[in-house]
């Protein structure tokens, strides 16, 4: 099994910046993906960005630019640096864990993000 904790969101005014972070425990294979999702309310949760073992990254077009996902494999731990927040940024984001050897797909909790206007 594995556990996945988030941190760092909370309240920032538009244009400002926050960084997220995850840290998983447990069985963790060293080949994984760590994604970023958010679920904003009344709205399908959506990836955000991802980030594989290899260190090869992928965003969402809404926040390219804005974004940084970044990941230490020896302490299995992903963050989200996120820079020029919108409104539109408000969401819950969650942190995800893709395995296959041993399979596993495993979330957070989730942390609260709020940009006001």
């Known amino acids: 099994q594995v556990h996945v904790v988030e941190s760092g969101g909370g309240l920032v005014q538009a244009g400002g910046s926050l960084r997220l972070s995850c840290a998983a425990s447990?069985?963790?294979?060293?080949?994984?993906?760590m994604d970023w999702y958010r679920q904003a309310p009344g709205k399908q949760r959506e990836l955000v960005a991802t980030?594989?073992?290899?260190?090869?990254?992928n965003y969402a077009d809404s926040v390219k630019g804005r974004f940084t996902i970044s990941r230490d494999n020896a302490k299995n731990t992903v963050n989200l640096q996120m820079n020029s927040l919108k409104p539109e940024d408000t969401a819950v984001y969650y942190c995800?864990?893709?395995?296959?050897?041993?399979?596993?797909?495993?979330w957070g909790q989730g942390t609260q993000v709020t940009v006001s206007s």
């Open positions: 995800n864990i893709k395995q296959v050897a041993p399979y596993g797909d495993y």
């Open positions: 447990g069985s963790i294979s060293s080949i994984n993906v």
């Open positions: 980030i594989n073992s290899r260190g090869v990254t």
